[in-house]
C-alpha cells in the first residue's frame, strides 16, 4: 500500500501473489482474474514455462466461474496469446525492446509436448 500505486491495483497484486484465486468469483472481479492470470505466464527471459499448470488451471477456474459472467466469456488460450502477442509486438516497436527468445505459442507447444 505505501508503493503510491492505488488501491485497487494493490489488491490485483496481492491476489496475484498469494495465488488464492478463489477470491476472483464474481464479476467485479474481471480485472484481478487478468492480473492473475497474466502473472502465471512466462516472462521474456524464460526458457520454460514453470507456472504453465497453474495457469491452465487458473484459466479452467475461470471458465466456470461467474468472472466472466456479462464479457465474451473466458478466452480460449490459443485466442488469448494470439491477441497478446499482437499487442505486445506493437508494444516493442514502441519501446525498443528485443523479441523475446519464444512466444506464448511456442511456450504453449513446449507445454503440451511435455504432458504427452
Known sequence: QSWGIGNEFAQSVLVHAS???SVLNAPDKLNDAVVALSALL???GDIR???GDAFFAA?????TSDVF???KGAPKAD???KEVETEYADMLLVTNT???SLSLIDFQK???ESME
Not at 59 to 63: D, E, M, P, T
Request: charged content about 25%; proline content about 12%.
Open 19 to 21: 495465488r488464492d484465486f
Open 42 to 44: 512466462p516472462s521474456a
Open 49 to 51: 514455462w514453470e507456472d
Open 59 to 63: 484459466l479452467q477456474k475461470f471458465k
Open 69 to 71: 459472467t456479462g464479457s
Open 79 to 81: 485466442t488469448l496469446f
Open 98 to 100: 528485443p523479441s523475446p
Open 110 to 112: 513446449q507445454y503440451i
